[in-house]
């Protein structure tokens, strides 16, 4: 079965860190570009973060790696804000595209999504 499944997502308090994990069954991740996604109730989905053939890669407050072994991708959350709140989605695209764009393509899989909520 092709699937992507996130992981990791959870309550925090502001200023706190978590880890997500995006892995794949069905297929391999290796040459993808991954992108992370997020939406918050009430709001537009945006994009996160992005990772292509490295270093090609999208982090901000954000990292974004790859560990091809485990067939997973991660984001790497620091320094977590009120404002992060919202249900976090990966998407993988097969081949690789600059990250300028990622936020525009159409991606072959979709994760179900994992909430992350920063509060005191």
């Known amino acids: 079965q092709v699937q992507l499944v996130e992981s990791g997502g959870g309550l925090v308090q502001p200023g706190g860190s978590l880890r997500l994990s995006c892995a794949a069954s069905?297929?391999?991740?290796?040459?993808?570009?991954i992108g992370w996604f997020r939406q918050a109730p009430g709001k537009e989905r945006e994009g996160v973060s992005c990772l292509s053939s490295s270093p090609d890669s999208v982090n901000g407050r954000f990292t974004i790696s790859r560990d091809n072994a485990k067939n997973t991708v991660y984001l790497q959350m620091n320094n977590l804000k009120p404002e992060d709140t919202a249900v976090y989605y990966c998407?993988?695209?097969?081949?690789?595209?600059?990250?300028?764009?990622?936020?525009?393509?159409?991606?072959?899989?979709w994760g179900q999504g994992t909430q992350v909520t920063v509060s005191s």
């Open positions: 998407a993988a695209m097969r081949g690789f595209y600059s990250c300028l764009s990622y936020v525009d393509l159409e991606y072959d899989y």
């Open positions: 069905g297929f391999t991740l290796d040459y993808y570009t």
